[in-house]
C-alpha cells in the first residue's frame, strides 16, 4: 500500500509540474537563448544546417553577415549566409521533430515533456537507494524546486539536461549500462560542457564491471553516436568539430573566478532551499554496499556539474542556478534519503511516512513562496513582449518587410516570420543608405526598439542621420515598451501630416 501511495504521490508531482509548465509557459521566443533554441528547432525541421539570409550576399555596407545575425546567434564561419547558434544545438535537434509534426508551437512542448522525465526518475532513484516515501518525498521537493519551476516554463534545455542526467543515475545504479550510455550521450548532446559527468558515468561502469568487458562497451556504443553527433554539429555550424559558439575557453572560465561563483551560487542555494540539500552529502556515511557506491555517484555527478560552473563566467542572478540543476535535483534526492533512513532508523512506522508529509508540506510551502517572491509566476507576462511583438510583425507589416532590431531580432524571426537586421552591428554612417537599398529591394524597412534600447539607437545613429534621431511617433507601441517605427513616416510628420500611434496590448 505505501508503494502504491508513494507512486501516486510521485505522478501527481510529476503531472503537476509538467502542467504549470504548459499552463503557465511563456510561449515566447525573444530572448537570447530561447530565439536561438527555437529557430534552430526550426531550421532543423526544415532540413537546413541552420538560419540563413539571401540578403547577405547582396548587401553593400560593410560585415553584412553580422547584421543578419539574429540575437542568439553569431555569423557562421561554415556558411557565408548563415548564423551559427551560440547555444548547444543538441536540445534543438530533439525539438526538431515535434516541430516537423506538429508545427512551430511544438518547440514549447518539449520541455515540460522532460518535467515528466525528471520527477519520475527522482522518485526511481530515492526508491532505489532509500524506499518509495524517499523517492516520493524528492520527487515533491525537486518539483517545488524554485530554478526548476522558472525553467519549466521556458523553451530552453535545463529541465531536458537535468531530467537526463537524473534518468543515467538511474540507469547506472540498476546496472542497465545500455540504457544508462544512451542517456548520457542524450545529455552531452544537449549540454556538451557537462561532459565531466560523462567521465564520471564512464569510469562508474568501468569500476563496477572490475574489466573492459561487454557492460563497457554495450555503455560505449550506445553514448558514441551522441558524441559522434555532437562533433559533427560542431563541424557544420562552426567550421570544426571541436569549435563551439561559446568562443574561446580562456575567456569563459578563470580560477578567479572561483570565490565569486562559490559565494553566489552557494547563497543562492540556500536562499531558495533552506539547508536540507546540503543534508544529501551524508547519504554515503548511512548507505552500505551496493547503495554505498551509489550515494557516492550521486556525490561524484554532483562535484562535477559544479566544478566547471565554478571556474565560469560570474553572472548576478539567482536564476543561473539553472546550470546547477542536475547537481541541485540530485542533492534533494539524497537530502530525502538521508533523512528518511535517518527516521526509520529511531522511529517504527508510520513515523517515517507521517515525517515525510510534514517535510514535503513545509518546505514545499517555503519553495513555493520563494518562487512567486521571485516572480517565477510573472514570467509569462514579462516574456509575452516578445510574442506580442512578433505577432504585430506578422500580421501587421508588409511580407517582405525587413524590420531593424535588436533585442527583439529572435521574435521578429521567429514569431513575425520576417527579416532580422541587428541595428547595433550596423556601421553608424549606413542608416539611411541601408534603408534606401533595401527600399529599391522591395524590402520595406522598419525599426523596432524597446523603450530603453532607443536612447542607444539615437548615439550610434543620430549624428549621421537624420532617421537616426527617431523623432517622430512610432506606427505601433506594444505592451507599452516594444516600438516599431516606420522610416515614411518621418517626412510627413514633419511636413505637419498627422502621425498616429496604435498602442496594443498582450496578443496571443
Not at 544546417?49 to 553584412?64: C, E, K, R, V, Y
Request: glycine fraction near 8%; charge should be positive.
Amino acid at each position: 500500500m505505501k508503494r502504491i501511495v508513494a507512486t501516486c504521490v510521485a505522478g501527481a508531482a510529476a503531472l503537476a509540474l509538467a502542467a504549470f509548465g504548459v499552463v503557465r509557459g511563456t510561449y515566447a521566443a525573444g530572448g537570447s537563448d530561447s530565439s536561438c533554441y527555437a529557430l534552430m528547432a526550426e531550421a532543423f525541421a526544415s532540413g537546413a544546417a541552420m538560419p540563413t539570409s539571401d540578403l547577405i550576399a547582396d548587401a553593400p555596407w560593410p560585415n553584412p553577415q553580422a547584421t543578419f545575425v539574429p540575437g542568439g546567434f553569431l555569423p557562421s564561419q561554415a556558411n557565408p549566409s548563415g548564423a551559427a547558434p551560440v547555444c548547444a544545438p543538441g536540445f534543438s535537434l530533439l525539438m526538431s521533430p515535434l516541430v516537423r509534426a506538429a508545427g512551430l508551437s511544438a518547440v514549447f512542448w518539449l520541455t515540460p515533456l522532460a518535467a515528466l522525465l525528471l520527477i519520475w526518475m527522482t522518485f526511481r532513484a530515492g526508491s532505489t537507494l532509500a524506499s518509495p516515501i524517499a523517492g516520493a518525498l524528492a520527487a515533491v521537493l525537486v518539483a517545488v524546486s524554485p530554478p526548476v519551476l522558472y525553467q519549466v516554463v521556458q523553451p530552453m534545455n535545463d529541465i531536458t539536461t537535468t531530467a537526463l542526467w537524473m534518468a543515467a543515475f538511474v540507469m547506472l545504479i540498476e546496472r542497465r549500462w545500455g540504457w544508462a550510455g544512451a542517456c548520457c550521450g542524450l545529455a552531452l548532446l544537449v549540454r556538451p560542457n557537462l561532459l565531466p559527468l560523462g567521465a564520471v558515468a564512464g569510469l562508474h561502469v568501468l569500476w563496477s564491471e572490475r574489466r573492459v568487458g561487454p557492460g563497457c562497451r554495450r555503455f560505449a556504443m550506445s553514448a558514441l553516436p551522441f558524441g559522434l553527433a555532437v562533433l559533427w554539429l560542431n563541424d557544420a555550424l562552426y567550421g570544426g568539430p571541436l569549435r563551439s559558439g561559446y568562443g574561446q575557453l580562456d575567456h569563459l572560465f578563470a580560477a578567479g573566478n572561483v570565490r565569486v561563483n562559490a559565494t553566489s551560487y552557494g547563497r543562492w542555494l540556500l536562499e531558495t532551499h533552506t539547508v536540507f540539500p546540503i543534508v544529501g552529502v551524508a547519504a554515503p556515511a548511512l548507505m552500505t554496499g551496493n547503495k554505498r557506491g551509489a550515494a557516492w555517484l550521486a556525490i561524484a555527478l554532483i562535484v562535477a556539474t559544479w566544478c566547471p560552473y565554478l571556474f565560469y563566467t560570474p553572472f548576478g542572478e539567482w536564476t543561473y542556478l539553472r546550470f546547477l540543476l542536475p547537481a541541485i535535483a540530485l542533492l534533494i534526492m539524497l537530502a530525502s534519503v538521508v533523512v528518511l533512513l535517518a527516521i526509520e532508523r529511531v522511529a517504527p512506522s508510520p513515523v517515517p511516512a507521517l515525517a515525510a508529509v510534514v517535510i514535503a508540506a513545509g518546505l514545499g510551502i517555503f519553495c513555493v513562496r520563494t518562487a512567486v517572491d521571485r516572480q517565477v509566476l510573472a514570467l509569462q507576462f514579462f516574456e509575452q513582449r516578445y510574442r506580442s511583438a512578433g505577432i504585430v510583425v506578422r500580421d501587421r507589416l508588409p511580407a517582405g518587410a525587413v524590420v531593424l532590431s535588436v533585442w527583439d531580432s529572435g521574435a521578429v524571426r521567429f514569431h513575425g516570420r520576417r527579416e532580422a537586421l541587428r541595428w547595433e552591428a550596423l556601421d553608424s554612417q549606413w542608416l539611411e543608405r541601408s534603408l534606401e537599398w533595401l527600399g529599391r529591394r522591395g524590402r520595406q524597412p522598419y525599426i523596432m526598439v524597446e523603450s530603453w534600447e532607443e536612447p542607444g539607437f539615437r548615439r550610434r545613429f543620430g549624428e549621421y542621420s537624420e532617421t537616426g534621431k527617431l523623432d517622430w511617433p512610432p506606427q505601433y507601441e506594444i505592451d507599452r515598451v516594444v516600438r516599431i517605427y516606420n522610416p515614411a513616416d518621418r517626412a510627413r510628420y514633419h511636413r505637419g501630416e498627422p502621425v498616429g500611434t496604435e498602442y496594443l496590448w498582450p496578443l496571443r
